[in-house]
């Protein structure tokens, strides 16, 4: 009893520590500068930075996990040297001084496996190392799954993923042989002392080995290997866990964190610049992404933003912030929060911020949670219903919300996968709008927006009541939309330097030429009575508002599907050889072990029926000696043959998670959690590489080690056969109420992970919006109750095992007491036998403990498999077939035709696309408009066969149904408004699998505008080798688009569909993208451009104009332009350029008459 009242409180402590952790990790991350991701100090820095999300990952789940699974090593610290002591005095007393010479062989043979448990954390900590690359490799491809299989780039990750798990695996199959050794020689040492002990004693001091010498002394023994067994066994849990412990300390000491949150060597102080005033203003400032650029060149380490003298923006009113793509526009808003490093230039340098009133932040990537629609906007705020009604009506979100069924109500999904690009941009705006916060930051809002629901935007929003009187900064290339509100005008160069100017825009266009055309071209009339509001994607309607499918809790035992999916890994192509060699290994073992026990008791028998010089101790020591070698032997023989086994499992099954992952429709994707994903190839995964194979190969032990002890009790006591039995029955009646109640705690120990993952993972993706926001304490208390329901569950999961551990204990003590009762008194079996009955009566009793214990352990970690057996049969795109390559020459043009096309998100939904017929001719450029939610980009879905669809689409000839779809993506490329980059160098985002040489590549870049918009400054200047953050966060929003535009010329396919490509990108670089797309790209390549702008689209041969998902015009733009009351002369005529895009439109037809 006192040992269990013991461990539990030894399991009450390590559950408060893992509480701890897990919220200082969170508090920290909230911390960190994720900005810079991809920027570099110096190299090896770089490797402890460069997959911070990966390790983030790794250390909630997999850091954690190894060390709550250390906690037995509390209890080694003082039982071990009691244990020793005890044990030293017992032997004396029963064997002399011959006790003492094995003893000082133990202390002569303890520094072995200490020497090799070194060897297993460098093993461990290089292992953790791989096991950090294979998870970012996965992070990064789940964060960016679209792009990947849109690409037609699946086979390549699965490849790499793959090389990723088998650097992997050479690490861990080199832990797991270098453990096993350990083991033995930790099983060998007790031995070897024992031996030894008997051999003095008998040949030296010639001491009787009498029966009560023997199986008093090995209890001794016995329990001095177990105690070294013990230790080895968690000598591996032990050796993660100091691993663990350091990379966790390594990340709270060691990670880039913010300057607010990082102390000076001299002093105390934070890093603050002193501010001289409360006001809005830049004094003499310098903003850098990294303190020191001492290592390689990249757009974070070498890029400044200066403010020379003063800059003061105008508080209470809206300030203009302008420049062209790439220039520091969006590192200005970042440095006015903090997330930059402040380099003081002279002695007068500071800035400020005021927070007092609140800060409110619109990022350009929208930002949005996991949660309805009416929570996103409410951001943890108080609901008022008017102020509520004005922020949709002015955000121009009201039509929105009368499509889903569900209202604000509907969940968004993750990313905001169930919105389209301007909603979740409007949505973002309005967070801040209905927040209370008096300074508004704005980062290019209306980028996103087509004209209609940008005007609208400016005249409700921008001047409507709700900002009136609140200090707003509106980043945008969008000057003359928003110039007849803004008050004040600042300028950044395209080298960084910050200027205010009023607000005459005849200065500001002096001082910035480039925005004089962009300007002209943008201006607007006056916005018509009948404007023309943004309207949402039509997806399925869900009355419930849900997207996220839960994840299921089953309860019971576990399933015979996960089990076969461990045993077919286990032994792959010879399963029955596998099995019988492992399993047979087992049971001989255990024959093996009961054989040495009862050999030493007729070894003792002997001085019962000779006389002491007449007992040949060399000759029974020399074959007692073989026999342990022997079994010894049988053990590691069947141990090495297992752990190939486990290897094998673990490779293969991670291979067909990739797969599956991978292969899942997009569908499944936009209903499934990323946080869900990662917890498979993390928590899972790690698993089935230690745990749960563990603890496998130790139930077929256990259940051997029963049976066998079992028998061999009965062979000598014959009675007792039946209580045996009896107590095998109660151990297993007790075992399965305590099964029942545990495997539900588990599983839901399990699934209460994922949303505290998710979480984690959602506030690290908007860790500036949350900083700017001023949240989180908030998102620390959400993090702390997600915490505390897991941290319930895992306290309960502890008790039970207290429950069952008393019970069995209990069990075994009295069949124990009962057995030796009935020998001493009641048998006239020799001493030997009683000996040898009583060793495994009591072997017999804490095997069924074990047993419950082990098949408790297995069943929880084999969750595990199941969760992954369930991601193996999700639903799947078709699988590529020998009869759907197409021929190698295809496609040699872009010709496309549609017939009856009919589109939907789902086999249930309704159809979002409504039986389009249309031709395409090679070579054409055609322009795609429609207001948002009319099938735009659903339409660049379906032709890549994205989301079912109906009908045929023939590409160059070919049916699309009928073709593999790797190689039919492989052979059109798609630039999303959003594109996606990986980190990594800017040569491996255009060539991920080097396929091209440099030459391509720059001309690539040259071709996309990248290097006219970076002016002819060397500072910050993108190149092939420049590093890119994940996820390209170290880049403009607009260098990400012309990035992807590169990718695409790249690629150089037949087909190239340009989805909002340039929304983000200056006028006067994506004139530059457009001429140079018509110059560079092939007379025979088709192009589809999806577009707000209209100027983007005006030279297009012919423009389609979707609404509700169906054509309602299709021809060239100078037959739609003279047809009166159409929809896309609507457009035209309401727009401010409307004699610039008659004038063009005349040109073309003029042009192509000539």
């Known amino acids: ?168 695996l050479k690490l861990v199959w080199k832990w797991k042989l270098l453990h096993l050794f350990i083991l033995h020689v930790n099983h060998l040492i007790p031995t070897i002392i024992m031996l030894a002990t008997y051999a003095v004693a008998a040949l030296i001091m010639k001491i009787d080995l009498t029966a009560s010498r023997i199986f008093s002394s090995m209890i001794i023994f016995g329990n001095l290997r177990d105690e070294m067994l013990r230790a080895n066994m968690i000598l591996g849990s032990v050796v993660r866990a100091r691993v663990s412990f350091d990379r966790i300390n390594s990340f709270f000491k060691e990670m ?158 993750e990313r905001g996968l169930t919105l389209s690009g301007g909603q979740k941009a409007r949505l973002t705006l309005a967070r801040a709008i209905y927040s209370n916060a008096q300074t508004i930051l704005l980062d290019d809002v209306l980028a996103a927006l087509d004209v209609h629901t940008a005007k609208w935007v400016v005249n409700k929003c921008l001047k409507g009541d709700l900002v009136k009187g609140r200090t707003v900064l509106l980043v945008t290339h969008n000057v003359a939309l928003a110039y007849p509100v803004t008050d004040y005008i600042v300028t950044v160069s395209s080298i960084g330097v910050v200027t205010g100017h009023g607000r005459d825009i005849s200065k500001v266009l002096q001082a910035e030429p480039t925005l004089q055309t962009e300007y002209e071209r943008d201006k607007l009339a006056i916005a018509k009575d009948d404007l023309l509001i943004d309207e949402p994607t039509e997806k399925e309607k869900k009355a419930s508002g849900k997207l996220i499918v839960a994840e299921e809790v089953r309860h019971g035992n576990v399933s015979w599907k996960a089990l076969k999916l461990l045993l077919k ?77 486990s290897v094998r499992a673990s490779r293969t ?48 032990s256990v259940i051997c080690m029963v049976t066998i002890s079992l028998t061999s009790a009965v062979l000598f006591v014959p009675i007792f056969a039946l209580p045996g039995l009896v107590v095998a029955g109660l151990g297993i009646l007790i075992g399965g109420r305590y099964l029942k109640a545990q495997l539900s705690v588990k599983r839901e120990l399990s699934n209460a992970k994922s949303p505290m993952i998710s979480h984690f993972s959602a506030a690290m993706a908007g860790l500036v919006s949350i900083r700017a926001y001023g949240a989180q304490d908030v998102f620390k208390t959400e993090s702390r109750r997600r915490i505390d329901h897991y941290i319930r569950m895992l306290r309960l999961n502890y008790d039970l095992n207290r429950w069952i551990g008393i019970r069995i204990d209990s069990l075994g003590a009295i069949f124990t007491a009962s057995l030796a009762a009935y020998l001493t008194y009641a048998s ?28 408790y352990v297995f069943q929880m970690e084999a969750n595990s498999m199941e969760r992954i057996a369930a991601y193996l049969e999700i639903e799947q795109e078709p699988k590529p077939t020998e009869s759907g390559k197409p021929p190698a020459s295809w496609p040699t043009s872009g010709d496309l035709r549609v017939e009856n096309l009919t589109a939907r998100y789902s086999k249930a939904g309704p159809a979002v696309l409504h039986d389009l017929t249309f031709d395409i001719h090679a070579g054409e450029r055609i322009g795609v408009v429609g207001r948002t939610g009319s099938g735009k980009s659903t339409l660049t879905l379906a032709l890549l066969r994205g989301i079912i669809t109906e009908g045929t689409v023939y590409f160059d000839g070919l049916a699309t149904n009928k073709i593999n779809l790797d190689a039919l993506r492989s052979h059109i490329t798609i630039i999303p408004q959003s594109p996606e980059l990986l980190s990594g160098s800017l040569r491996y985002n255009l060539d991920p699998f080097e396929e091209y040489d440099d030459a391509t590549l720059n001309a690539a870049l040259k071709s996309s505008g990248l290097y006219a918009s970076q002016g002819d400054s060397d500072e910050g200047r993108l190149s092939l080798e420049t590093t890119i953050a994940s996820g390209g966060t170290n880049v403009s929003a607009g260098q990400r688009q012309i990035i992807a535009l590169a990718r695409a010329i790249v690629r150089s396919t037949k087909l190239l569909i340009l989805d909002e490509a340039t929304s983000a990108i200056d006028h006067e670089t994506d004139a530059i993208i457009q001429n140079t797309l018509r110059r560079e790209l092939g007379s025979d390549v088709t192009v589809l451009t999806i577009a707000h702008r209209l100027q983007t689209i005006m ?37 401010g350029d409307k004699d610039h895009f008659y004038e063009v439109v005349e040109k073309k037809g003029s042009s192509s008459t000539a």
């Open 256 to 413: 880039d964190f913010l300057d607010s949150y990082q102390l000076t060597e001299n002093s105390p102080a934070l890093v603050r610049p002193q501010l001289v005033d409360d006001g809005f203003y830049l004094r003499n400032a310098s903003f850098t992404w990294t303190p020191k650029t001492n290592g390689e060149s990249t757009p974070s380490s070498t890029f400044k933003l200066t403010v020379p003298g003063e800059l003061r923006f105008m508080e209470g009113k809206i300030n203009l912030i302008v420049g062209p793509t790439g220039s520091g526009k969006t590192s200005l808003l970042m440095a006015l929060l903090g997330e930059m490093h402040f380099t003081p230039s002279k002695p007068d340098s500071s800035f400020n911020l005021p927070r007092a009133g609140g800060v409110a932040f619109a990022v350009q990537e929208s930002w949005v949670q996991n949660e309805t629609i009416r929570e996103n906007i409410l951001f943890y705020s108080p609901y008022d219903e008017e102020r509520y009604k004005k922020v949709l009506y002015q955000c121009a979100l009201e039509p929105d919300l009368e499509l889903f069924e569900a209202g604000d109500a509907t969940e968004v999904g």
């Open 828 to 855: 006239t079996v020799s001493a030997a036998n009683v000996g040898f009955s009583l060793n495994r009566a009591v072997e017999f009793t804490l095997a069924i403990l074990y047993m419950v214990q082990d098949v």
């Open 569 to 645: 890994g286990l032994g792959g192509q010879h399963v029955v050889l596998f099995f019988t060699l492992w399993i047979g290994g087992h049971v001989l073992g255990n024959v093996m072990g009961s054989f040495n026990l009862w050999f030493l008791g007729y070894w003792s028998s002997q001085y019962e029926n000779h006389r002491p010089e007449e007992v040949s101790v060399a000759k029974y020591l020399g074959i007692y000696i073989g026999l342990t070698f022997i079994y010894i032997a049988i053990h590691a023989s069947k141990n090495i043959w297992f752990t190939l086994g």
């Open 1 to 168: 009893m006192g040992y269990h009242y013991y461990v539990a409180r030894m399991n009450r402590t390590i559950v408060g520590m893992e509480s701890i952790l897990t919220q200082l990790i969170f508090d920290y991350g909230l911390r960190l500068r994720v900005v810079n991701e991809g920027s570099e100090k110096d190299q090896d820095e770089d490797k402890k930075k460069k997959n911070f999300l990966g390790k983030l990952n790794n250390m909630v789940t997999s850091d954690l996990e190894s060390i709550n699974q250390a906690k037995v090593i509390i209890m080694l610290f003082w039982c071990l040297p009691i244990q020793m002591i005890f044990s030293s005095v017992f032997l004396y007393l029963i064997l002399g001084w011959s006790a003492f010479v094995g003893l000082a062989l133990l202390v002569a043979l303890l520094p072995v496996p200490g020497y090799m448990t070194g060897l297993l954390q460098g093993i461990q900590r290089e292992k953790m190392e791989k096991t950090d690359n294979r998870i970012q490799t996965l992070t990064e491809a789940m964060g960016v799954l679209r792009t990947i299989k849109l690409f037609g780039w699946e086979k390549n990750i699965q490849e790499k993923a793959d090389k990723r798990r088998d650097e992997e």
């Open 1099 to 1135: 030279d297009a041969d012919r423009i389609m104009v979707l609404d509700a998902g169906n054509i309602v015009e299709f021809a060239s733009p100078k037959e739609l332009l003279a047809k009166e009351k159409g929809f896309f002369k609507a457009l035209v005529d309401e727009s």
């Open 653 to 700: 099954i991670h291979k067909s998670l990739t797969e599956a992952i991978l292969g899942a429709t997009l569908r499944w994707f936009d209903e499934t959690p990323i946080s869900r994903v990662i917890t498979r190839f993390t928590q899972d995964i790690q698993a089935l590489d230690s745990s749960l194979v563990s603890y496998g190969n130790g139930v077929v």
